[in-house]
């Protein structure tokens, strides 16, 4: 049974720093693409970082980019979403997603196209 648990969401003000943290149990074999997808309350979810755990490529949607980043510790089999410059519209859940497949070039990002999910964890942004 595949798990994916997230820790790490909280409050936080305008232009602070939070880590979220996601560690997988149960795969028998490398979770080749993890990523984060977000949805805000009313809005479409978004899939914000992603990162090929064979190759460590990283991928971003553009309202990301510059201050999140995505790393792994394959030893603890976690992955990480370090997020900076924290903004009141990056306030929403966010959820932690695996395949077993890779990335495809960060289109499995966009697409929000993983076989494994997370719980989530809240984020919120105070202006």
């Known amino acids: 049974q595949v798990q994916l648990v997230e820790s790490g969401g909280g409050s936080v003000q305008a232009g602070g720093s939070l880590r979220l943290s996601c560690t997988v149990s149960g795969f028998t074999h490398s979770s080749n693409c993890m990523g984060w997808v977000r949805q805000a309350p009313g809005k479409e979810r978004e899939g914000v970082a992603a990162?090929?755990?064979?190759?460590?490529?990283?991928y971003y949607a553009d309202s990301v980019k510059g201050r999140f980043t995505i790393s792994q510790d394959n030893a603890k089999n976690t992955v990480y979403l370090q997020m900076n410059s924290l903004k009141p519209e990056d306030t929403a859940m966010y959820y932690c997603a695996a395949d077993a497949a890779g990335c495809s070039g960060g289109y499995r990002m966009q697409a929000m196209d993983f076989g494994y999910w997370g719980q989530g964890t809240q984020v919120t942004v105070s202006s």
């Open positions: 990162i090929y755990r064979a190759g460590s490529n990283t």
